[in-house]
Nanobody, 116 residues
Framework: QLRLVESGGGLVQPGEALTLSCAAS????????MGWHRQAVGKQRELVAT???????NYEDSVRGRFTISRDNAGNMMYLQMNNLKPEDTAVYYC??????????WGQGTQVTVSS
């Protein structure tokens, strides 16, 4: 079974940047959709960004223009470049796959905290 491991989270100040990484245990080149989700304390998990295996990206409205998702299919990696971070971006960030109609293969998550 595919395993995903997120890394790159941390504590930053508002306006700073972070890049999250998602390492897959096997090839992701055939996975139609992969994405980043986040869950803040006391809130439901929300979808942040997705990318298809052919490179089409989509973003949640609050992060569009600040976050950039990318995939390195040859290296079995996915990334989330986050710029101009805001306190409301504070959450645990998860990567996952969507080979069919459901999100699967959730990683363990990486904490992002934006605070002055």
């Amino acid at each position: 079974q595919l395993r995903l491991v997120e890394s790159g989270g941390g504590l930053v100040q508002p306006g700073e940047a972070l890049t999250l990484s998602c390492a897959a245990s096997e090839s992701i080149s055939s996975i139609v959709v992969m994405g980043w989700h986040r869950q803040a304390v006391g809130k439901q998990r929300e979808l942040v960004a997705t990318m298809t295996h052919w490179g089409f990206a989509n973003y949640e409205d609050s992060v569009r223009g600040r976050f950039t998702i990318s995939r390195d299919n040859a290296g079995n990696m996915m990334y989330l470049q986050m710029n101009n971070l805001k306190p409301e971006d504070t959450a645990v960030y998860y990567c996952a796959t969507k080979p069919d109609n459901e999100w699967r293969d959730w990683g363990q998550g990486t904490q992002v905290t934006v605070s002055s």
